[in-house]
């Protein structure tokens, strides 16, 4: 076996001391991997660097896969990021495929490589930096191991899937899991003019949704040719079927699984390092382990949460790629910390894009939060600008200092935008009155005088102010108030009311008073919120002193099951 001898740096650079540990080992390449070595380099020239990958390739755009495989990437190549040719003339790192590292012993500094012909040699370092991500989880039923049975992780598996699909012509999908993997994989199938049916135990899609969010985006997407059965789970799979818990069965010429993934931590548990209890390398700020000459990043490092300091494991490239940032600089002697993630995802679902960022309302009420829901549909941009499409967005405000803990947003279009301005409020520790004031961008293309972000800041602000009484969907159920259904003929007629409620259009109110009880509580609602709201400040404005809006409308009760 060859042990390669640690040195110490004797960089003269004015931000790296000498006594920086010069030898930096990376066990694994892709998004966080990859983004520590190439940091560590930058910090530290002459550091020696090397990374160990046991797949074929050092880095490549995994989040690109379902793609490529859809048609939508035409090029195989594109999704290569980075060649260890390319590694080692842009950086000067030295990027080894085909390297399983089988262990690492601490207490002399090595790790034991296996290189691709099988010979086994130790490789000595002075700060190892773990990247080992995570595997897709294959549950014990029967069948799983059936040729047309796939997981999704790697250039690899896409490409047996790419081949099945182009050789086998399969008709009929089954997703078994209807998380951002499998949805993403589920259009995938669709666009190549499959038959798509998405299994997901959960009550609905996409469970760190909200489930009235959730039952929106499948109201939706549902058609023939894409169709979801949640709540229920998978007991087997045949060689054309997928048999189902309540005993029926879905046809099937192909499956992929989905269900979620596993970090991969038994190298570092062999080693001794703690692991924390959400499975993952406990890490502090710096993403150093228990041991501070490791430090584990991505899938498979457990970090905290930006909001609210908990141990979290977020398998998202974007935090993976920071993480490896942090990890890198500072093993190559920098003194820099990782602030936490948030959860920000988008996932796009035929013609819906979903964007989600800091918690949800499970997360909220676990956190021990006081909160409150806010719920607005707008316009994508000005609607009288052609191709103006609802963007329906859901806010998490804290009671009482109505900072923003979390959002929700569901459209054809401009989603992107507005969560990724809601992740940057919440990052600032910003309230719904400075959603308020926000100053966007606006022309008639892109958006409105008023954002859908401004627009959400308003309703939530007169919650936290509490210019208008209002009940939340989510947790309201009518009992002995009178309901005022404030809506416009057409809309009553089309979809019905809610219980009994009285049917007065919003223009007819002022007229028609008399018929409206003093002596009860009354709540407003109208199709969406807007025009409830404006029906219960024209109340109060008239004297009556027990009024509130439902939020959301009539819209969102149905979501709610009202």
């Known amino acids: 076996m060859n042990l390669m001898n640690s040195q110490s740096s004797s960089s003269a650079s ?47 755009a995994n989040c690109g896969l379902p793609y490529f495989i859809a048609g939508e990437i035409q090029s195989r190549e594109q999704l290569v990021v980075m060649t260890p040719e390319r590694f080692w003339e842009r950086s000067r790192v030295h990027a080894h495929t085909g390297h399983e590292v089988l262990s690492i012993d601490r207490a002399r500094k090595v790790i034991s490589v296996r290189g691709p012909e099988g010979a086994v ?30 997981t999704l992780r790697d250039i690899p598996d896409m490409d047996r899937i790419v081949t099945f699909l182009n ?16 949805l993403e994989m589920a259009e995938a199938f669709h666009r190549r003019g499959m038959h798509v049916t998405v299994v997901e135990l959960s009550p609905t899609l996409l469970p760190l949704l909200d489930t009235d969010l959730a039952r929106h985006l499948q109201n939706q997407v549902r058609s023939e040719s894409f169709e979801f059965r949640t709540g229920i789970g998978v007991t087997a799979i045949g060689e054309t079927r997928v048999d189902l818990a309540d005993g029926t069965s879905l046809p099937a010429d192909l499956v992929l699984l989905s269900v979620g993934v596993k970090a991969e931590v038994e190298l570092a548990r062999a080693a001794g ?30 970090t905290q949460h930006a909001l609210t300091g908990a141990r979290v494991r977020i398998a998202l490239a974007g935090p993976a790629n920071r993480q490896g940032r942090v990890a890198g600089a500072n093993a190559a002697g920098a003194h820099v910390n990782y602030r936490g993630a948030m959860g920000t995802s988008i996932v796009r679902v035929l013609d819906q894009t979903v964007g989600l960022t800091g918690l949800n309302s499970a997360q909220a009420q676990k956190a021990g939060y006081s909160f409150f829901t806010s719920l607005t549909r707008d316009h994508s941009h000005a609607h009288y600008y052609p191709g103006a499409t609802p963007v329906m967005i859901k806010l998490l405000v804290e009671e009482g200092t109505g900072r923003l803990l979390g959002a929700q947003a569901i459209g054809k279009q401009g989603v992107d935008k507005r969560i990724d301005v809601l992740a940057t409020a919440i990052a600032g520790r ?6 308020e004031s926000l100053d966007l961008a606006y022309s008639p293309p892109f958006g409105s005088a008023n954002d859908p972000v401004n627009v959400a800041g308003f309703v939530a602000g007169h919650v936290v102010r509490g210019d208008v009484a209002s009940v939340a969907p989510e947790t309201w159920k009518p009992t002995d108030e009178f309901l005022l259904d404030v809506r416009d003929a057409d809309e009553v007629a089309e979809s019905g009311r809610i219980g009994d409620a009285t049917h007065i259009p919003l223009g007819q109110l002022r007229d028609r008073l008399a018929e409206i009880p003093r002596h009860r509580r009354i709540v407003t609602y109208c199709q969406k919120g807007q025009r409830g709201y404006l029906a219960a400040c024209l109340l109060r404005g008239r004297g009556f002193e027990s009024v509130s809006n439902l939020r959301g409308g009539y819209l969102q009760a149905k979501l709610n099951g009202l």
Not at 23 to 28: D, K, Q, S, T, Y
Not at 430 to 435: A, F, G, P, S, W
């Open 121 to 150: 040699r130790e490789e000595a370092y002075d700060k190892l930096i773990l990247s080992q991500g995570a595997k897709p989880i294959v549950p014990p039923f029967p069948g799983a191991g059936l040729p047309h049975v796939f």
């Open 273 to 302: 390092l703690e692991i924390g209890p959400t499975g993952g390398v406990k890490t502090n700020g710096r993403m150093e382990s228990s041991d501070p000459d490791i430090y584990a990043v991505g899938d498979a490092a457990e």
């Open 430 to 435: 910003m309230t719904v009155d400075d959603l």
């Open 167 to 182: 050789e086998k012509r399969p008709q009929r999908a089954v997703v078994v899991g209807g998380g951002f993997i499998g």
């Open 14 to 60: 004015n931000t790296v001391s000498q006594s920086i540990p010069r030898r930096i080992l990376v066990v694994g390449g892709v998004a966080g991997g990859a983004s520590a070595a190439a940091r560590a380099r930058r910090v530290n020239e002459l550091a020696d660097i090397h990374v160990f990958e046991r797949g074929p390739y050092i880095s490549f």
